[in-house]
């Protein structure tokens, strides 16, 4: 009786693995598509918002921003707020209210497979950050490609600049290459979507044309960028309109403290685990890696964005909060990030203690998050 007992229990138990190993991927993509709603706030594109737009038009007033480092988001988000507000917001505050560089993602696929970037989902930080810039953000999905071409150029034809997520490889004439971008259009004709690219170097001009796209060229690469990051609809662009604007920051302050904390859950970590994870994923390469010239721009990445961050907070005031304390551990990590760096371009890098320089830098970043929050509290 026992035995048969016991094989029973082995039964149900098995039978529920086996269960949760047949749901995994549908839990998985039932959690994704939550998260995406949720913090996308999607709107459908409809069709009878979408009317009748002019065969050209192109917007005037509207500044080409873009930078050598890596803050296309946040570049996207600066050219659109100088154009609706009439003035230029720096690229500090920007990458503060959306939150931008201040936490990290890191998911393990396996093995010496890993994607990690010492940066925050920018969809969450637009929607958190227009309403301190006087802007509100509408995040416009839908999976009909003639729908969402003539959205465009309805927006645009409104005065409104649209923000899309493409696969820059396809714009470039180069499909076999991917790399998400954000870029700005600002104009079409019959033929073509014009855009404002926000990488590649430092510029600030002004009543520019833009680069010609072809538009089913701009389709597939808007369609490749979300299939990319599996988001449950095809297309989709942002726009901002004007709004009320929020004064009281300490929501920022908030959410900041908790992007730079994070968390961890199986193979997916954010903020300071992000990091630490990391820091553990380059201790199993070699230099000689086929991969090691991405290793040594993301670190590179981790040390300019902290590096500019306590720039900028350095000048930050807000009554009655002293993040004094929270820049001086800010700065610390940056200058663990940067010896880390220094070690790695070495000929013969040690590569445990640039991994261990890294981690210290987490772990700054970790208490500066604890004590902004508890700053707050106060």
């Known amino acids: 009786m026992k035995i048969k007992k016991r094989w029973i ?32 706030q999607p709107e459908p594109l409809r069709t ?85 810039l006087g802007l509100k953000r509408r995040y416009l999905v839908t999976n009909d490609p003639a729908l969402f071409l003539r959205g465009i150029e309805y927006f645009i034809s409104s005065g409104l600049p649209v923000r899309v997520s493409v696969n820059v490889g396809r714009l470039k004439g180069q499909p076999g290459m991917f790399s998400s971008h954000s870029e700005v259009i600002v104009g079409y004709d019959d033929k073509y979507f014009y855009y404002y690219e926000t990488g590649e170097k430092n510029r600030f001009l002004e009543e520019e044309k833009g680069i010609p796209v072809a538009k089913d060229v701009l389709k597939q690469a808007v369609a490749e960028a979300l299939g990319y990051f599996r988001l449950p609809w095809r297309y ?31 193979p997916v970590a954010q903020g300071s685990y992000a990091i630490s994870k990391f820091a553990s994923y380059l201790e199993k390469l070699s230099p000689k890696a086929s991969k090691w010239d991405v290793i040594l721009s993301l670190v590179e990445m981790l040390v300019y964005t902290r590096e500019d961050d306590v720039f900028f907070l350095r000048g930050f005031s807000s009554a009655g909060i002293d993040l004094k304390e929270v820049v001086y551990l800010l700065g610390q990590a940056a200058e663990s990030y940067r010896e880390a760096l220094d070690l790695l371009k070495q000929d013969k890098p040690d590569v445990r203690k640039a991994a261990n320089l890294i981690r210290e830098g987490a772990a700054k970043e970790k208490e500066a998050g604890e004590l902004l929050k508890g700053t707050l509290k106060k």
Do not use: C
């Open 236 to 266: 989709a662009f942002v726009v901002f309109e004007k709004g009320e604007k929020k004064e009281n920051i300490s929501f920022i302050l908030r959410r900041n403290a908790g992007l730079l904390i994070g968390d961890s859950f199986g």
């Open 48 to 132: 009878e918002e979408v009317k009748t737009a002019p065969a050209e038009y192109h917007i005037s007033g509207v500044p080409w921003i873009s930078y050598r480092k890596a803050y296309r988001q946040s570049a996207s988000l600066q050219m659109i707020s100088y154009y609706l507000n009439g003035e230029r917001v720096s690229l500090g505050e920007v990458n503060f209210l959306m939150g931008f560089t201040y936490g990290a993602a890191y998911i393990s696929l396996g093995g010496k497979r890993a994607f990690f970037l010492p940066y925050t989902d920018p969809e969450p930080g637009f929607r958190v950050a227009a309403p301190y």
């Open 9 to 40: 229990v082995l039964i149900i138990i098995g039978g529920l693995a086996l269960a949760v190993y047949l749901l995994l991927p549908h839990i998985g993509t039932y959690f994704q598509r939550k998260y995406f709603t949720s913090q996308y």
